[in-house]
């Protein structure tokens, strides 16, 4: 692809949607809104494309958004359902007239954090998983399964065993700051259940409280301290998982993820890493370039994963 094609890219996640329009690595313009529930659900595939206009048309006028070569999608919900991904590819493909690529939001996350290559990311946000693609492409994953069942050591786990620590210590439990800091969100810590109850997602709003107890953590508040470091050794086994039968022997990860952006959380998990034999790597980028990759080259290592709609794609 050409230097100076155009190409729009978006991040269609749970919690926020993001375009962005690209000429090579020139940013021209970029929009942002709330995010949708998965590509996955009933009628994923038009809420999503639905999304995704309504975001484009927000991107600042006189952009040449009638030039465009092609787009790069990285959807929440993309691993349910490869049928309703393939359908949103099509119809981006037909509105826009372009050749479309749709991928998950952590597959474009790996791919823009090491460009392609093979190798370990994590991503800790609102959820947590980890993602190996090897040299032959294959993809090894661990966690990422959820709020229900997995997502340990994430952004919502952390604000709900912060949470959870607040009610134990109306019960008697160990005294902490985090019941102070649950001002934020209630006037006393005995109308938490209540309030989580009436939350759209609850588990967005428990991930809200996370800072919360980082930052007590990092403030000295022995609970605190002690949810943060069990996250990281969490975080820790998740990656060890992704990395069993690697045959480097010195595994590498590129972490990513709202969480990982505190300097006191990423310290914490590096550190935990390193006692693992596991060294934390630089990302290279971030799920909106791995999207712009997915749009300007095909036959990447991650290629199987995947949906394309359209013709005349480059080599």
């Known amino acids: 692809m050409d230097a100076m094609d155009v190409v729009l890219v978006a991040d269609i996640g749970k919690s926020r949607c993001r375009v962005e329009l690209r000429a090579g690595d020139e940013l021209l313009g970029s929009a942002d809104q709330h995010g949708f529930p998965g590509v996955h659900v009933d009628n994923g595939p038009t809420l999503a494309f639905d999304l995704v206009l309504e975001t484009t048309a927000m991107l600042p006028p006189g952009l040449p958004v009638s030039t465009l070569t092609g787009i790069g999608a990285a959807v929440a919900g993309v691993e349910a359902s490869a049928a309703k991904s393939r359908e949103l590819a099509a119809m981006l493909a037909q509105h826009f007239s372009v050749p479309a690529a749709v991928l998950s939001d952590a597959t474009a996350a790996h791919l823009g954090a090491l460009q392609g290559a093979p190798g370990i990311t994590l991503i800790v946000g609102t959820g947590a998983v980890a993602f190996r693609f090897d040299e032959g492409g294959v993809l090894h994953r661990a966690d990422g399964w959820g709020p229900y069942l997995g997502d340990r050591g994430s952004g919502r786990w952390i604000g709900q065993q912060g949470l959870q620590a607040v009610l134990q210590a109306l019960d008697g439990g160990p005294a902490t700051s985090l019941s102070a800091a649950a001002g934020a969100l209630v006037e006393s810590p005995g109308e938490l259940p209540a309030w989580l109850a009436e939350q759209e997602n609850p588990y967005r709003a428990m991930a809200r409280f996370a800072p919360l107890v980082l930052h007590a953590a990092e403030a000295g508040d022995a609970v605190a301290r002690d949810i943060v470091e069990e996250a990281c ?47 934390v790597v630089a990302p290279l980028g971030d799920g909106l370039d791995g999207a712009a990759l997915a749009a300007q080259r095909r036959g990447l290592l991650q290629e199987r994963y995947i949906h394309r709609d359209g013709t005349n794609w480059p080599d």
């Open 233 to 279: 050794r969490i975080l820790t086994h998740t990656v060890q998982l992704t990395a069993s039968g690697d045959p480097s022997g010195a595994p590498r990860v590129a972490v990513l993820g709202g969480v990982a952006s505190s300097e006191f959380f990423a310290g914490l998990l590096q550190k935990s890493l390193a006692s693992a034999g596991i060294e």
